[in-house]
């Protein structure tokens, strides 16, 4: 008898431990607003300078050969760079993970959401995940990509006034027009050039926006530029109606973005003013987009003035190739650029591509009324006869 009561109070002794320990281990992982990311060990030490070896072993050998194929002059610069990344949802994840394959030297992420089970029909987040932070469960993933990256988080919503001072000293993927303001403004202040980028609420067309305060057309100089795609918007906002989403689109959109920042950040190629994407018939319209010298943000204006003042390079004399001249061209083959640049408007008319429309129309600006001259009723007679009698 003695054995068994025993051995029922061992039982009973390691189910209190287990007990404990459970609870012990909740509460380690959770918090009062939900489930606490726990942090992800690296699975390699950080490499401290990329190599173009060709070797299984090496992240960074596909990358290097763009150096040594002429496109990058010095990919290894990358690794200097920063990207503050607002809002890191269904694009912005994945220009994030996207950056930091390619080896970016930090990203700053904010976001103030969390991951559902509804974000599963995007690309990155995964259905452990759902609860966390955005923040911290991206950067959670992101280390465990590429350790090399320095990653730092900050879980608040930046359109908030004391947040957004936060945002300022640190110094885009935003899904709301309010959010793309307060960038718009700190970047503006900063003279901090960003990439605004957006997918529409019906899935089908997105765009990306390089935007440089004071050379190109910010928020408060036009209104945003959306793609023309032929839908009753009608059926897009209706109650118990929401927003649709597809992987597909963006991933194109966050493609799009970060070859552009690729590009900006290491000098090669051309960096796009504005690019569009219509899905339904996979059209691309490119567009040039100047600052309005009637901006609404002042700052904005603050910056035209300032690049006006700076004196132009002078320009060097162009030695005219001559033209090659075969004797015989039976076929009639001539010979034409790879492609075409964008036409940049002569004037600050802004004037739309095809395929392409205004979010809204902007209002029209009010002209300063001359001030109202007063004419005296009194003749010419009666005026002289009052100076008399002043005399």
């Known amino acids: 008898m003695s054995s068994m009561k025993e051995a029922i109070d061992r039982v009973k ?59 990058v002059k010095d990919y290894e610069n990358i690794r200097k760079k ?9 694009v912005g994840s994945v220009v994030a993970e996207m950056l930091t394959r390619c080896g970016i030297g930090k990203l700053i992420l904010f976001d103030y959401d969390k991951v559902e089970i509804a974000n599963m029909n995007r690309l990155f987040y995964q259905p452990h995940q759902s609860g966390l932070s955005k923040v911290d469960a991206a950067r959670d993933t992101l ?14 919503n930046i359109t908030t006034v004391d947040n957004f001072k936060t945002f300022v000293d640190r110094i885009s993927c935003v899904d709301n027009f ?44 036009v209104p945003p530029l959306v793609v023309a795609s032929n839908i009753d918007e009608r059926t897009l906002k209706r109650e118990g109606v929401c927003a649709a989403s597809l992987p597909t689109t963006m991933a194109v959109v966050a493609g799009f973005l970060v070859m552009n920042a690729l590009k900006f950040l290491l000098n090669f190629g051309e960096v796009s003013g504005y690019v569009g994407y219509n899905a339904l018939v996979d059209f691309f319209p490119r567009q040039a987009m100047l600052p309005n010298p009637q901006c609404t943000d ?18 060097v004399e162009e030695i005219p190739e001559e033209e090659i001249v075969h004797e015989e061209n039976e076929w009639g083959i001539v010979c034409v650029d790879e492609s075409q640049p964008v036409e940049k408007p002569k004037d600050n008319s802004n004037s739309v591509a095809e395929g ?28 002289m006869k009052k100076l008399k009698s002043l005399q």
């Open 13 to 71: 002794s390691l189910t209190e431990k287990l007990k404990t320990s459970h609870e012990a281990h909740s509460s380690n992982n959770s918090t009062e607003n939900g489930p606490k990311s726990t942090p992800v060990q690296p699975y390699r030490a950080k490499i401290e300078k990329l190599s173009g070896e060709v070797v299984d072993s090496n992240p960074y050998s596909r990358l290097m050969a763009l150096q040594r194929m002429g496109i």
């Open 143 to 156: 280390i465990h990509v590429n350790p090399d990256v320095e990653i730092e988080t900050h879980n608040f």
């Open 82 to 90: 920063t990207v503050a990344i607002v809002g890191v949802g269904g």
């Open 298 to 315: 002042r700052f904005c204006v603050q910056r035209q003035k300032e690049n006006e003042k700076v004196a132009e390079p002078e320009k």
């Open 178 to 221: 309010e959010a793309r303001l307060a960038v718009n403004t700190a970047c503006n202040e900063e003279n901090q050039i960003w990439i605004e980028s957006g997918v529409s609420e019906n899935a089908v067309s997105g765009h990306i926006q390089y935007i440089e305060p004071g050379k190109t057309a910010c928020f408060g100089c």
């Open 356 to 383: 392409l429309k205004f979010a809204y129309e902007a209002p029209e600006p009010q002209e300063e009324l001359p001030e109202e001259i007063v004419v005296p009723k009194d003749s010419l007679e009666e005026l």
